[in-house]
């Protein structure tokens, strides 16, 4: 079964750097991953798109508050994403999901897989 493991959460001062990881697990070979999203929810607050990114490797959707701050890639070979978050603020705060969209290589059915959740706490 396939699923997206995420990675590289965690506590940071303001100012501060995190990676965050997503790979697709399982039945991996199985899976073609066009576009990759990352979102996040804070308490209390709905969940918010953060950045996606094509296969060709075309970033888009920053939203206006991480712009210039946050980097989303991939690696296509690795069914991997990466979301590099620099200069964090306190309003970052929040759980970060991955979200891979495509299809299965045997059929052709479109997935849309999530990730876990991984908590980023911005703190000093």
């Known amino acids: 079964q396939v699923q997206l493991v995420e990675s590289g959460g965690g506590l940071v001062q303001p100012g501060g750097s995190l990676r965050l990881s997503c790979a697709v697990s399982g039945s991996s070979d199985s899976t073609f991953v066009r576009n990759w999203y990352w979102y996040r929810q804070a308490p209390g607050k709905e969940r918010e798109l953060v950045a996606g990114?094509?296969?060709?490797?075309?970033?888009?959707d920053y939203a206006d508050s991480v712009k210039g701050r946050f980097t989303i890639s991939r690696d296509n070979g690795k069914k991997m994403s990466w979301l590099q978050m620099n200069s964090l603020k306190f309003e970052d705060t929040a759980v970060y999901f991955c979200?891979?969209?495509?299809?299965?290589?045997?059929?052709?059915?479109?997935?849309?897989?999530w990730g876990q959740g991984t908590q980023v706490t911005v703190s000093s």
């Open positions: 979200n891979a969209h495509g299809q299965t290589v045997a059929t052709g059915a479109s997935f849309d897989y």
């Open positions: 990114i094509s296969r060709a490797g075309v970033a888009s």
